[in-house]
């Protein structure tokens, strides 16, 4: 079965860290970029980060630049997003897809979220103040 699940939401409080985890089954992770994406209620979805395949090259939002970081482990097919210093406006359900992309692509190609492959169900993160 193909799928991306995605792990490591929760409570936390203002300032906090969390790390998100993203594992896939049923395709080789490896040869998609990934992105993150997040929407709170009553707001558009954005993406978060995005990572190309082999993970040296990586994009953010500005609002998370500094605070967030993205990365993957190809031989176990996951991919990652730490979230340090967390805000109460970061509060959303966060999922990760992927995509599969021309190295001419990025990182246009991973920054549309109906142009992804495959998609996550999401995981709740919510920071208290």
């Known amino acids: 079965q193909v799928q991306l699940v995605e792990s490591g939401g929760g409570l936390v409080q203002d300032g906090g860290s969390l790390k998100l985890s993203c594992v896939s089954s049923g395709f080789t992770l490896g040869h998609y970029a990934i992105g993150w994406f997040r929407q709170a209620p009553g707001k558009e979805r954005e993406e978060v980060s995005c990572i190309e395949n082999s993970g040296n090259s990586t994009e953010y939002l500005d609002s998370v630049k500094g605070r967030f970081t993205i990365s993957r482990d190809n031989a176990k097919n996951t991919a990652f997003l730490q979230m340090n210093n967390l805000k109460p406006e970061d509060t959303a359900v966060y999922s990760c897809?992927?995509?599969?992309?021309?190295?001419?692509?990025?990182?246009?190609?991973?920054?549309?979220?109906?142009?992804?492959?495959?998609w996550g169900k999401g995981t709740l993160v919510n920071v208290s103040s």
């Open positions: 897809a992927a995509v599969l992309l021309s190295e001419s692509d990025w990182p246009a190609g991973v920054e549309d979220y109906y142009n992804m492959d495959y």
